[in-house]
């Protein structure tokens, strides 16, 4: 049951300064402090913990996944599935700071997924999520909402600072050479490597295109992260580029037609102006 206090921590818009949305434009991830208060994310841990134990079907222990499989349990569209869970990925306060962070009149969703990354589970290899969307422009940020306070031991998200502007990579999906290569790459770049801890309440916002990896999970705790993708509410579906785009298209924006806005029942528009 959400209570009152909660709804309201969902609703109250988060004041974003001229300073803020300049530094996201020019780096393109930001991070924010007290987003949300305790209460509000021990009751959304605890619920979508929940779900997570019910929709994953992994089982194999880490030393038998890939590296990929070894970053984390990644489970989709939670909102579909559970009510409470909806209640946080639909907060008006969260996708007003999207809309905000974007410049554009609106925010709609493409999709949430948990990322929870298991007591000794390996790296996130450096990738730019954009490479897997059918989308027209680069008007797109992703919410990462750590649902406890996340210490480096645990692997918090690392950016490289501005690297949206960097081509080369584009063309990579996530793995051992997309970590090898992009690393390569950012090391005879200026862009400035990022890798601090979250608090309690700290969510940060990267765009599509900006690089970013996660460490290992040293601990014994399971690092919970929940994540809502956003873009334009006027965002155009572009033919796929590659068979990850297509399945994207397919997955995502089912119904969606190329060259017109992704208008479909599971892309809602979550705010605007």
């Known amino acids: ?24 434009q020019q780096n393109r991830y930001i991070k924010l402090k007290q987003v949300f208060d305790a209460e509000t994310i021990a009751f959304f841990n605890e619920a979508i913990s929940q779900r997570v134990a019910l929709m994953n079907h992994e089982t194999r222990p880490l030393e038998e996944r890939n590296t990929y499989g070894k970053a984390f349990l990644q ?48 790296i996130t290899p450096w990738h730019a999520d954009q490479y897997y969307w059918p989308l027209e422009t680069d008007k797109t940020v992703t919410a990462w909402i750590p649902l406890q306070e996340t210490p480096l031991e645990m692997g918090p998200l690392e950016f490289s600072a501005g690297s ?62 929940m994540t809502i993708i956003y873009m334009d509410k006027d965002m155009v579906l572009k033919n796929p580029e590659n068979k990850n785009q297509l399945n994207d298209w397919n997955t995502w924006c089912p119904g969606a037609q190329v060259g017109e806005v992704i208008d479909t029942p599971i892309n809602p528009v979550l705010y605007q102006r």
Request: without cysteine; proline residues 2%.
């Open 1 to 24: 049951m959400v209570t009152s206090s909660i709804k309201s921590a969902l609703e109250q818009p988060y004041p974003l300064t001229s300073e803020q949305i300049a530094f996201y």
């Open 75 to 122: 489970l989709f569209n939670l909102w579909r599935e559970d009510e409470v869970v909806k209640e946080l990925i639909f907060s008006p306060r969260l996708a007003k700071i999207a809309a905000d962070l974007m410049q554009t009149s609106g925010a709609r969703m493409y999709h949430d997924q948990a990322l929870f990354k298991e007591g000794g589970g390996g």
């Open 164 to 225: 949206h502007q960097i081509v080369e990579g584009r063309e990579l999906e996530i793995g051992d050479e997309s970590e090898a290569a992009i690393q390569q790459k950012l090391r005879v770049t200026d862009f400035k490597h990022v890798i601090e801890a979250f608090d309690l309440g700290e969510i940060s916002f990267h765009s599509g295109w900006v690089f970013h990896r996660a460490g290992a999970n040293t601990t014994n705790h399971m690092r919970k992260v």
